[in-house]
């Protein structure tokens, strides 16, 4: 048997034991400090992208959307499409990044087509590996020229046109360091109104969605507020902040919490974050992470909550006290006292 290599031994080690198994002391004293290590010798692998352009994209973007790619390209083809049909769309930047290069030539023939059927311009950025989604995210970012980069879920499809200008007349807000939109389920019920943080019944912190499962057009839902953060599976920030803050961290493993790690750096460093309903868009969610054995398999989950909780559990427990009740929900929650400025 050949020996593996830095990313199979990562998730070699994160499969090790069933999940109810990996208490704290576990994950603290054998698989986290195994797993770090692999992960960031593996990180440390990675190469400068390759591009393939497909149009001119416009010379003075007003946003880029970034949109990593790993394994399910089925929804392109509706995203592309909404995109399309928006005027808007002639003023962005369209950056993909694909995680898993061996799709390379089905990803190009893909975007070469809907390229030639629409006319819309986009470039793909392909990874020398699978680094995750935060190294996507990063490679996009890092590419991005307009002074506001949304990042975007492959499976999430705008339900109108006219989506982009409230979040980005929200992005222009005093000290507004990002937005997220209210996202649907295909039946159209909520998936995501913002999100909050709470404790479960053993005490670990979870990311929560206000209102999730309510109807499109239940009312909490459909007020612009300050929340305590937003999915990064639709998430506008200044690019200017984005890099200023490091962008998403890429030592949580696979693909979870980096968009709560980004939003509390945000917070962290005096900005506040908007939830803006006026742009909805459907959401398919996690059908990319389903394709990762290690992540379904092993104990990746566990690892990254707790990384996210010794790093943020007293930001978090500021935020939210007290769960949703604590959490804020209207337009009075504002970056913190004392936070950086």
């Known amino acids: 048997m050949p020996p593996l290599g830095l990313a199979q031994a990562r998730d070699a080690v994160l499969g090790a034991m069933p999940p109810a198994f990996a208490k704290d002391r576990a994950l603290a004293e054998c698989i986290g400090p195994a797993a770090s290590h692999l992960h960031a010798a593996y990180m440390a692998t990675r190469r400068e992208p390759e591009a393939v352009s497909f149009g001119t994209l416009p010379a003075r973007p007003a946003a880029s959307i970034v949109v990593p790619l790993y394994r399910v390209l089925d929804f392109l083809r509706f995203q592309v499409a909404a995109f399309a049909v928006d005027p808007a769309m002639a003023e962005v930047e369209l950056i993909y990044v694909l995680d898993s290069p061996e799709q390379r030539e089905e990803a190009e023939h893909l ?16 990874q020398s590996g699978n680094y995750g989604f935060s190294s996507a995210c990063n490679t996009g970012g890092r590419a991005a020229r307009a002074p506001a980069v949304l ?40 998936q995501h109104a913002g999100m909050f943080f709470q404790r479960d019944l053993k005490g670990a912190w979870l990311n929560q969605h206000y209102f999730k499962g309510m109807p499109r057009d239940f009312a909490p839902a459909c007020h612009a507020r300050s929340v305590p953060a937003v999915t990064g599976a639709a998430v506008l920030m200044p690019a200017s902040l984005f890099h200023q803050v490091g962008g998403f961290c890429q030592d949580y493993i696979i693909g979870d919490y980096e968009d709560s790690d980004l939003c509390l750096k945000v917070r962290a460093a005096g900005y506040d974050i908007r939830y803006q309903p006026a742009a909805e868009l459907f959401h398919l969610e996690r059908r990319s992470i389903s394709r990762h054995a290690g992540y379904m398999r092993g104990i990746a989950c566990a690892y990254n909550r707790r990384l996210h909780a010794d790093r943020w559990d007293g930001l978090m427990e500021s935020l939210c006290p007290a769960g949703p009740a604590g959490a804020a929900t209207n337009d009075d929650f504002a970056p913190l006292a004392g936070a950086a400025e």
């Not at 879920?153 to 360091?177: C, F, H, K, T, Y």
């Open 111 to 126: 975007l070469l087509g809907l390229h030639a059927l629409y006319g819309l311009p986009m470039t793909l950025l392909v």
């Open 151 to 190: 990042f975007l879920n492959s499976d999430v499809i705008p339900d109108r046109p006219g989506w982009l200008a409230p979040m980005l007349a929200e992005l222009a807000g005093p000290r507004v360091g990002a937005v997220g939109p209210k996202l649907l389920f295909d039946d159209q019920s909520l």
